[in-house]
């Protein structure tokens, strides 16, 4: 089924979230095994789904302190309690809360819902974030505006909008949620794009109960969050402009103070010994999963079922479509050399006519994917499913998600193109 218009008030939002618990997966997910239960580890839907049908070398969350989360021994619990050790946990999962219901990803609204609750929030409080920032410190309402923004119009986010984020927080910090923000981006394309069900059990409990009561003073008031006003990203650029904004992007520097070259450097040659870094992994050095992070970018490019092609082609696609100037020149470079004649990416209608038919269908899914994320329904999963096996449409959707992060995080960070 198509997705209805997002919920606009609390008690039917939970509803949904509730109801998700009946969904069928677009992707067959099968029970547990035996050896699954007994294993000890987390058994939630999206780890399950990932590990079913993604190569293991991408299967990382690429997300701060999640880490082996879904390996945990002794499951969500343990991983949950892991996570609320750490002093920015509730912060980063209310802007979680944003991007989710931004995105109207009901699968991760839930969990998120469930996590503010567990670390202390009461529902009102939880309420608030849908209806009054202004009952959140300073610093949190800049995150959620800049988690808004780029969650919703990542082609409009531009330097005031980073400006605003840095007025509240120092560079590293800053990196950091821009960083975070583009991955949980990720997360929500990934999990409702395959129509997983939600949990009927989270974080050690026998059983969640997602459709709470709400106080009368929060049950009608509009949301200010939900994704009323997705816009229709404009038509691609005529090519001279596109060559345009790829040399501007050659030239610019980001105003983010970012970790040195030589610090990158040593970071990296833990992976990739002499190897100049490139500005993605330079702005990324000074986290702990920066090595994590490049390995798998590298895995996404060289393993997996689906054609190799094909990913390099969602990638240009993304960029494109989220107006992401580093990515599109490392997208169009790849591209390039693969043989992909330049004529061919001048317009989607070209790039379209140029792929093999039987690409077409993910291409098109793509491009909705990034755009309007809330508009995927069964038939476009079904379309894919035409054309591709399981393990294949599962890599389709991953990269595409993985895509959208990287052009928000490269682009609100204004990186320096390297060629």
């Not at 509730?18 to 987390?42: C, Q, V, W």
């Not at 082996?68 to 996570?83: K, Q």
């Not at 005031?160 to 929500?188: G, K, M, P």
């Not at 909705?368 to 476009?380: F, I």
Request: aromatic share 8%; hydrophobic share 40%; with cysteine.
């Amino acid at each position: 089924m198509l997705a209805d218009d997002p919920a606009l008030t609390r008690p039917e939002m939970k509803a949904r979230l509730e109801a998700l618990k009946e969904r069928t997966s677009r992707i067959p997910l099968p029970p547990p095994t035996a050896e699954e239960l007994a294993s000890g580890k987390s058994l939630v839907n999206n780890g399950r789904l990932r590990s079913l049908y993604l190569p293991p070398s991408w299967n990382s969350w690429l997300i701060s302190g999640w880490g082996g989360a879904r390996n945990a021994r002794g499951g969500t619990a343990a991983a949950l309690s892991a996570l609320q050790q750490q002093p920015d946990y509730a912060f980063k999962t209310r802007v979680f809360w944003v991007v989710s219901r931004t995105n109207d990803c009901q699968y991760c609204l839930g969990h998120q819902e469930l996590k503010l609750k567990k670390a202390g929030m009461t529902d009102n409080e939880i309420a608030a974030l849908d209806v009054q920032w202004d009952l959140f410190p300073a610093a949190e309402q800049a995150a959620m505006r800049a988690a808004r923004k780029l969650t919703i119009a990542p082609h409009r986010f531009g330097s005031s909008d980073l400006q605003d984020l840095r007025s509240r927080f120092d560079d590293a910090r800053t990196i950091d949620l821009l960083y975070t923000i583009a991955r949980y981006n990720a997360v929500n394309r990934w999990t409702s794009a395959t129509g997983i069900p939600q949990d009927a059990a989270f974080g050690g409990e026998a059983k969640t109960e997602l459709k709470s009561p709400t106080a009368e003073e929060w049950s009608n008031r509009q949301s200010g969050v939900a994704p009323v006003d997705v816009e229709d990203r404009p038509e691609w650029e005529a090519w001279e402009v596109v060559q345009e904004r790829l040399q501007a992007a050659r030239q610019r520097q980001s105003p983010v103070a970012m970790p040195s070259v030589e610090t990158a450097a040593v970071v990296l040659a833990k992976d990739t010994p002499g190897v100049i870094p490139p500005q993605w992994f330079r702005a990324i050095s000074g986290m702990p999963l920066a090595v994590e992070a490049w390995a798998q970018r590298q895995a996404l490019l060289r393993e997996g079922r689906s054609p190799q092609q094909l990913r390099l082609m969602i990638a240009w696609i993304t960029a494109r479509e989220n107006r992401a100037w580093y990515a599109a020149g490392h997208a169009r470079a790849r591209l390039l050399a693969s043989g992909c004649p330049e004529e061919s990416l001048h317009s989607f209608v070209a790039f379209l006519e140029a792929a093999p038919a039987d690409t077409r269908s993910a291409l098109q899914f793509a491009r909705l994917l990034t755009s309007h994320p809330q508009q995927v329904g069964d038939a476009d999963v079904a379309a894919l499913r035409e054309h591709f096996n399981d393990h294949e449409v599962a890599e389709i959707i991953h990269v595409t998600a993985d895509s959208n992060a990287f052009d928000r995080m490269t682009e609100s960070l204004q990186l320096q193109l390297e060629f």
